[in-house]
């Protein structure tokens, strides 16, 4: 079965950067479009940034110019660089992988900036 695995989430300070990893198994990996969502309390989830199998990348507005998606299909790993962070990016992050008509989603990792 497919599985995705969230990791790198924590307490950072406003400014700050932290690095999410999302390690895959079960799958193609390098067949799968990945992406990264958040969800804050009280809120919809919503869509931080996608990677496909060829590596083109798009990105939520809200992060343009500050959070890097990648991945490594060799790890089967999938990663989040995420730098000036602000306090409206406190939320749990989730991974997503999809091909075809499939989609899985990892358990999530919770990020809080806070001063």
């Known amino acids: 079965q497919v599985q995705l695995v969230e990791s790198g989430g924590g307490l950072v300070q406003p400014g700050g950067s932290l690095r999410l990893s999302c390690a895959a198994s079960?799958?193609?990996?390098?067949?799968?479009?990945m992406g990264w969502y958040r969800q804050a309390p009280g809120k919809q989830r919503e869509p931080v940034a996608t990677?496909?199998?060829?590596?083109?990348?798009n990105y939520g507005d809200s992060v343009k110019g500050r959070f890097t998606i990648s991945r490594d299909n060799a790890k089967n790993t999938v990663y989040l660089q995420m730098n000036s962070l602000k306090p409206d990016d406190t939320a749990v992050y989730y991974c997503?992988?999809?091909?075809?008509?499939?989609?899985?989603w990892g358990q999530g990792t919770q990020v809080t900036v806070s001063s």
């Open positions: 079960g799958m193609t990996f390098g067949s799968f479009v």
């Open positions: 997503k992988g999809r091909v075809g008509g499939s989609e899985y």
């Open positions: 990677i496909s199998s060829g590596g083109s990348t």
